[in-house]
């Protein structure tokens, strides 16, 4: 018998966190990687020549700071299986920075995506951003890299939007179902980004009942278009699996041979698991579509027990508004720029308010947020963070690009901060610094 062999090397972690779980009965436990673990052995993934298992990292804490305001301090927030998690994301990246690999898959939970820059506790089933962690301690190692990432989970990635809403060297694409009808209750056309990376910030949110035909009319109308323009070093899924149409707290029709599909056009550097809850029903069939199609291998015969094209079929209302909103979403993307003088240019600061709610913790945030318009660099920014628990900090974040002013504007303002805080945290990114003042 001649043994397959892999058009491109593929390089896959896998971690399922024996120990961590919301709960034993929670949809997000070590299950949804078990089911996925024997499917891929049933059909032989580990015997195919170019696919190659591979053990997790583990993620250190100044790999979280470089992202995240853990408050008050990252041992208290972020478990061992957060950093392994993490871990394994950055280990994928680095096999295909280094070459070891052509594209690597992390398989890895917990997820990420709905962590923000300032971290209470679990929201989302999420606590750290594990693609960001990556991300920048890569760029910490390599230097400017321009990064795409392109979020397909069925909710909106609103804590890698918050991460880099002022961040043009990296380029966030999410579609989503609508947040009209689905948590978070965010991710709409007009969230453009920060004044640093305004319009560098593209939201998709789709109608619930979305499925193979509108997923695919996105990317080949949308998403890649845009990537074409932008020309990232590299591009990253967000390889959220809960838009199938068997996900119990999702309304999408999205099947494994649309989710392949997707990967083969795509084509990204790297995909990272985040969400998916139908544990029998969906990850097995979806993930194994993306190992073959990011392998280069034949999926069309990865199919669902019950899979009816027919029957998932969207209707034409759904067609129809899906067409609109992606060409209305492709024209801001193609006027980003008069936007940006529309709305931007000749302001000092732009200030933000918002409210984030920790779903998994029940903990209310209020946070104001302040951006400097800087001609010289994306401008220093800070987090004026307040909670329902008592707490009350300000969060500084000097850019990477940050001009010799906001640098010295970023530690001014920590050196002189009141005392009216309970903590004050300063993010150098430029000196890879990062100070707590209690």
């Not at 699996?241 to 999408?252: A, E, F, I, R, V």
């Not at 001014?412 to 005392?419: D, G, I």
Request: glycine letters at 8%.
């Amino acid at each position: 018998m001649k043994m397959l062999k892999a058009k491109n090397k593929l390089g896959l972690v896998f971690f399922p966190a024996f120990d961590w779980r919301i709960s034993p009965s929670h949809p997000e436990r070590e299950e949804r990687l078990l089911y996925t673990q024997d499917q891929l052995s049933e059909e032989g993934i580990e015997d195919i020549e170019g696919i190659k298992f591979y053990n997790p990292s583990l993620a250190e804490e100044r790999d979280i700071e470089r992202v995240h305001f853990c408050v008050p301090d990252v041992k208290s927030r972020v478990t061992e299986s957060h950093l392994i998690s993490a871990g394994g994301v950055i280990k994928s990246l680095e096999m295909v920075m280094t070459k070891q690999v052509d594209k690597a898959f992390a398989l890895t939970r917990p997820p990420g995506h709905h962590a923000q820059r300032v971290v209470y506790g679990d929201r989302g089933f999420c606590i750290i951003n594990v693609e960001a962690v990556a991300i920048e301690k890569i760029r910490q190692k390599y230097g400017k890299l321009r990064v795409a990432i392109v979020d397909t989970d069925c909710h909106h990635g609103d804590g890698t939007e918050d991460i880099y809403w002022n961040d043009k060297d990296t380029l966030v694409i999410s579609f989503h179902q609508d947040g009209r009808t689905l948590y978070p209750g965010t991710g709409f056309i007009n969230e453009m980004g920060g004044p640093g990376g305004y319009g560098y910030n593209v939201n998709i949110p789709l109608p619930p009942g979305t499925g193979e035909e509108g997923f695919l009319y996105v990317l080949d109308n949308l998403v890649m278009p845009i990537l074409e323009d932008y020309k990232p070093d590299l591009i990253i899924n967000s390889a959220g699996q809960d838009n199938h149409y068997t996900d119990p707290l999702t309304s999408m029709n999205f099947t494994a041979q649309g989710y392949a599909q997707l990967n083969e056009r795509l084509n990204p550097d790297l995909a990272v698991l985040e969400g998916g809850y139908s544990i029998e029903g969906a990850l097995p069939y979806v993930n194994l579509g993306i190992i073959l199609a990011m392998a280069g291998l034949d999926y069309t015969k990865v199919k669902e027990p019950d899979y009816n094209k027919e029957k998932l079929r969207q209707s034409r209302d759904i067609t129809d508004y899906i067409k609109k909103t992606t060409d209305t979403v492709y024209r801001q993307w193609q006027m980003k720029d008069d936007l940006y003088i529309r709305n931007i240019r000749g302001r000092d600061y732009i200030q933000e308010n918002k409210r984030i709610y920790y779903d998994t913790d029940g903990i209310m945030e209020n946070q104001v947020r302040r951006f400097k318009v800087c001609n010289k660099c994306t401008g220093v920014n800070t987090i004026d963070s307040s909670n329902d628990r008592g707490r009350h900090i300000l969060a500084i974040t000097i850019p990477r690009d940050a001009c010799s002013s906001c640098l010295d504007e970023g530690y001014r303002l920590y050196k002189t901060t009141s005392h009216r805080y309970t903590n004050v945290y300063l993010q150098d990114r430029v000196n890879d610094q990062y100070l707590i003042k209690e």
